[in-house]
């Protein structure tokens, strides 16, 4: 079983900037591929940025060249830089993490959230 904890969210002004990060803990081999995901109200659930246990990256069109997606392997932790943050940024921010038991199965996880909210 894998825990995935997020911390960084909360209420941030137009054109600031948040950091993001989510440790993976529990009993696994290895993480392969890490990403954020993203759940405004009433929209459905959309990949923000990803980023492989290599360091290989892709990012969401609405947020390139404005969020940075980031890891450190050593901790099992991804981190998301988001700048020049906008009202249409306000969502829950999810953690998500592939991760492959010691018996070299892949299972996927989820973190539980967290609250991003741009406004003035």
């Known amino acids: 079983q894998v825990q995935l904890v997020e911390s960084g969210g909360g209420l941030v002004q137009p054109g600031g900037s948040l950091r993001l990060s989510c440790v993976a803990s529990?009993?696994?081999?290895?993480?392969?591929?890490m990403a954020w995901y993203r759940q405004a109200p009433g929209k459905q659930r959309e990949l923000v940025a990803a980023?492989?246990?290599?360091?290989?990256?892709n990012y969401a069109d609405s947020v390139k060249g404005r969020f940075t997606i980031s890891r450190d392997n050593a901790k099992n932790t991804v981190y998301l830089q988001m700048n020049s943050l906008a009202p249409e940024d306000t969502a829950v921010y999810y953690c998500?993490?592939?991760?492959?038991?010691?018996?070299?199965?892949?299972?996927?996880?989820w973190g539980q959230g967290t609250q991003v909210t741009v406004s003035s």
């Open positions: 998500n993490a592939a991760a492959v038991s010691r018996w070299r199965n892949e299972y996927d996880y």
């Open positions: 529990g009993d696994f081999f290895r993480i392969n591929a």
């Open positions: 980023i492989t246990s290599g360091g290989g990256t």
